[in-house]
C-alpha cells in the first residue's frame, strides 16, 4: 500500500528538517545536545504536525540508538513492560546508547500507564521521548515530568509550509515529474492550520483528484475538493466542532445509535479523552438536567474513571455514558433558569438583598434590623414559611420553569402546593 506524501518526504536528516531552529537550528539546544550523543529523555509539546514524531526518529538515527515506539491510543501498562524489556535487551544499561522509547501523545496515558515508566526513566533502561499536543504540566505526572525536559514546537509558518509544498515538488518519487504549479495557496495554508501533515494530506489530495498534464492548484479547486472529500478527524480543526456537536445533539435528540457513532468517529480520530467526558458533564446537566439528577452522577463517574484508565478501555465507559445519556428523560429547565437570572442581573443591577435575608453578625447590623423578620423554614410545617426571597424590584418572577416530564412534574406540584398563585406553577 502506497505511503501518504507527509510519510514519503519525512526528514531522515535533521538537516533536512524544516522549522523548529530554536530546536534544531545551528545553535539549537537539541543540535548540541545530538551533536554530543548525550540525549536525556524529553517531552515535546506542540500542536499536531509539528515533526514531533519525525524529530524523535531522527534523534535515533543522528545518536546511532534501538528506536521503540508506542501509541497512548492503543497501549496499556502490559504493552509498555514488553517494550522496556526489548529495550533492555538491546541495549547496554547506562549507556551513551540507551534505546529510545517514543510514545505519541502521552498525555493520554493514565497516571498508572505513567507510572510504568518511572523505573525505566530513573534507571537509565531507556531514553523516553514523548510527544504531546497538551501542556505537559497538567497532562503529565510530576514525577515523570522531573525526569525529562520539555521541548516547545510552535506551528509552522507560512514559509515553512511553502517550504514543505516545495520539498515535496522537488523530491516525491511521484511527484517531482508532474507539471504542477502553485498559482494560489491561500487556501492550502488556511486549511492547514499550520500542521504540516495536514497541509500535505490536502496537496496529495487535489493533485490525486486531476488528470491534467498541467495541475494547476488554485484556492477555489481546493476548497471544492476539500468539500467533496471530507478529511480525517482533526481535534484541533473545524470538524472537531462539528463531530462533538453531532455527538452532543445525537444525545440531546435521544438517539443513541448517533451517539455512539460520532463517539466512534472522536474516538478512531484520537480525540482526547477527558474532552468527551466534559462534554457528557455539561449534556448531563443541559440537556437531562432535573428530568434525571442520577445522569450528572453517571457522567461524573465517567470523567473520573476514564481520567484513571485511558484509552483502550475508557471507550466502554464512554459508549455505556453516552447511550445512557441519550436514553433518558430530557430538560434544559436548570439551563434555561441560570439563564434568565443572569439575563435578569444585567438588566436590574445590584439590587439590593431584602433586610429580612441579611446576615447580622454584628450589634449595630442586628440594631438595623438585618434578618429580623427572617422566618426559619423548619420551625414551620412541613418546614414551609411563605416569605420573599427576591429583591423587591424583581419579586414574584419566575425564573425556573420545571421541564415537561415525571421527575420535574412532581417538582412543580411540590412547588405549586407550596407557593399557591406566586409564581404561576
Known amino acids: 500500500m502506497e505511503a501518504p506524501l507527509a510519510e514519503r518526504i519525512r526528514p531522515k536528516k535533521l538537516d533536512e528538517y524544516i522549522s523548529q531552529l530554536h530546536l534544531v537550528g545551528p545553535n539549537g539546544s537539541l543540535t548540541q545536545q545530538i551533536a554530543k550523543g548525550i540525549i536525556p529523555s524529553l517531552i515535546f509539546w506542540g500542536p499536531p504536525g509539528t515533526g514531533k514524531t519525525t524529530l524523535a526518529q531522527i534523534i535515533a538515527q543522528e545518536s546511532q540508538r534501538p528506536f521503540f515506539v508506542?501509541?497512548?491510543?492503543?497501549?496499556?501498562?502490559?504493552?509498555?513492560?514488553?517494550?522496556?524489556?526489548?529495550?533492555?535487551q538491546s541495549g547496554g544499561l547506562f549507556t551513551a546508547k540507551n534505546p529510545i522509547l517514543f510514545i505519541d501523545e502521552i498525555?493520554?496515558?493514565?497516571?498508572?500507564?505513567?507510572?510504568?515508566?518511572?523505573?525505566?526513566?530513573?534507571?537509565?533502561?531507556?531514553?523516553l521521548v514523548g510527544a504531546t499536543t497538551e501542556n505537559p504540566s497538567f497532562e503529565v505526572i510530576p514525577a515523570l515530568l522531573s525526569r525529562c525536559q520539555v521541548y516547545i514546537l510552535n506551528a509552522f509558518t507560512k514559509t515553512d509550509l511553502i517550504a514543505l509544498l516545495e520539498r515535496a515538488m522537488k523530491t516525491d518519487v511521484y511527484l517531482k515529474d508532474k507539471n504542477i504549479q502553485l498559482k494560489e495557496t491561500e487556501a492550502l495554508l488556511r486549511l492547514s492550520g499550520g500542521d504540516g501533515r495536514k497541509l500535505l494530506n490536502i496537496f496529495e489530495l487535489v493533485i490525486n483528484a486531476s488528470a491534467a498534464e498541467e495541475i494547476i492548484i488554485t484556492n477555489n479547486r481546493v476548497l471544492e475538493l476539500v468539500q467533496q472529500n471530507t478529511v480525517l478527524y482533526d481535534k484541533t480543526g473545524?470538524?472537531?466542532?462539528d463531530i462533538i456537536s453531532a455527538f452532543i445533539k445525537s444525545i440531546r435528540g435521544s438517539d443513541p445509535n448517533g451517539a455512539v457513532y460520532w463517539l466512534a468517529r472522536m474516538i478512531e480520530g484520537g480525540e482526547d479523552v477527558k474532552f468527551i467526558a466534559r462534554r457528557l458533564l455539561i449534556s448531563a446537566s443541559e440537556d437531562i438536567g432535573n428530568a434525571n439528577p442520577t445522569a450528572l452522577i453517571m457522567a461524573n463517574n465517567t470523567f473520573q474513571a476514564v481520567t484513571t484508565i485511558g484509552y483502550p478501555e475508557s471507550r466502554i465507559l464512554l459508549s455505556q455514558c453516552a447511550i445512557y445519556l441519550a436514553t433518558s428523560p430530557k430538560s434544559n429547565a436548570s439551563y434555561m433558569a441560570i439563564n434568565t437570572a443572569q439575563q435578569i442581573v444585567k438588566q436590574t443591577g445590584d439590587l439590593s438583598v431584602p433586610i429580612h435575608l441579611r446576615n447580622a453578625p454584628t450589634k449595630l447590623m442586628k440594631e438595623l434590623g438585618y434578618g429580623e423578620e427572617y422566618k426559619y423554614s423548619h420551625d414551620y410545617a412541613n418546614n414551609f414559611a411563605e416569605q420573599e426571597y427576591l429583591p423587591d424590584e424583581i419579586k414574584n418572577t419566575p425564573i425556573y420553569v420545571p421541564g415537561n416530564n415525571s421527575r420535574e412534574n412532581s417538582t412543580r406540584e411540590f412547588l405549586k402546593n407550596r407557593w399557591k398563585d406566586k409564581y404561576g406553577y
Request: aromatic letters at 6%; charged letters at 30%; zero cysteines.
Open 70 to 88: 508506542l501509541s497512548a491510543i492503543n497501549s496499556g501498562v502490559k504493552d509498555i513492560r514488553e517494550v522496556i524489556d526489548k529495550a533492555k
Open 107 to 127: 498525555h493520554r496515558f493514565s497516571k498508572s500507564q505513567q507510572d510504568s515508566l518511572l523505573a525505566a526513566v530513573e534507571k537509565g533502561w531507556i531514553t
Open 238 to 241: 473545524e470538524q472537531h466542532y
